[in-house]
């Protein structure tokens, strides 16, 4: 499995790579990648997780999600936790920033590609359960931290997000047993398959927004991304090892915990007028180190275990 993971890490490099010589050489430019990154996000990622749920019902499969999601809910307590004790409050710092960024991972982008290559579409399907309680607590948690404003009617624009909405109509039709013409299904798996490259090109071109000097001088970064991509997820394996579940959902979790910095916060910076080249900076470095931290995490959790899926 590890090798796997490797593998589609340097694919997503790769894929990334030709991001960023779209946006140096002006083939993309900002504000295309922005319609690009909606396109992604509000079509083609929930095309993908809706897909996940057509297939046959299992109560093993529905029992699976259920832990997921009990382990997600967990772990996002774990990381907003130690957030807090491994990053004070000093002045002249981005506090916010470096917590959430340590927090929330890119578990969209780059933990659905990931988990696919691991697992099929049974491991997007026990992800959809991370990336819901992902949705449910960024824009509560998430949102407060950033902006400093306490607006609980967030979570209400939670439940309208497309990504929710297609895991809604998935549940739907995976309890209810309803499977989709093959025509149809067959249209909406050549969506789903634009997800990975059209996700890693996004990233890529976010990235080449960045300036490499200031990013390799800032030790601040390093330290967030050492929080971020090996001290929550090493902690968060340790956490989860004892328990006898399935190594799907196990690997899923730890996957999409320990994906790099989320984008988000990126743009929520944008948004509430917070420094944004920090966060891009982060995410920048967090998705390029994640290359080398996601294999040793998954051999990590595969080690603890004695398995190997």
Not at 85 to 94: N, S
């Amino acid at each position: 499995m590890t090798s796997i993971v490797l593998n589609q890490t340097i694919v997503m490099l790769i894929l990334m790579i030709a991001g960023v010589i779209c946006r140096k050489t002006g083939i993309i430019s900002e504000n295309s990648n922005r319609e690009l990154s909606s396109f992604v996000l509000k079509f083609v990622n929930p095309v993908m997780v809706f897909m996940s749920y057509q297939t046959e019902y299992d109560s093993r499969l529905v029992k699976n999600l259920l832990i997921c999601f009990a382990i997600s809910a967990i772990l996002f307590l774990v990381s907003i936790v130690l957030s807090y004790v491994l990053i004070r409050d000093k002045k002249g710092r981005e506090t916010e920033i470096e917590r959430f960024s340590a927090i929330y991972s890119n578990c969209g982008f780059m933990g659905i590609p990931l988990v696919k290559a691991m697992f099929g579409m049974e491991g997007v399907f026990y992800l959809t359960a991370f990336i819901t309680v992902f949705n449910l607590v960024v824009w509560t948690h998430g949102i407060i931290l950033i902006s400093g404003e306490k607006n609980f009617k967030q979570v209400v624009k939670v439940f309208y997000s497309p990504v929710i909405i297609s895991i809604a109509l998935g549940l739907v039709f995976f309890f209810c047993r309803i499977t989709l013409p093959e025509i149809i299904s067959r249209s909406l798996e050549y969506i789903s398959e634009l997800n990975t490259p059209l996700a890693m090109i996004v990233s890529g071109i976010t990235m080449a927004g960045t300036n490499l000097k200031d990013l390799v001088k800032n030790f601040n970064i390093y330290r967030v991304c050492l929080i971020k991509l090996i001290i929550i997820p090493v902690i968060a394996v340790l956490a989860l090892s004892p328990f006898d579940m399935d190594e799907k959902v196990r690997l899923t979790a730890i996957v999409a915990l320990s994906a790099p910095p989320a984008a988000m916060c990126t743009l929520q910076c944008i948004r509430y007028g917070k420094n944004s080249l920090y966060a891009s900076e982060i995410f920048t470095a967090g998705t390029i180190l994640s290359v080398i931290t996601l294999p040793i995490i998954t051999r990590l959790t595969e080690y603890l275990t004695k398995t190997s899926v």
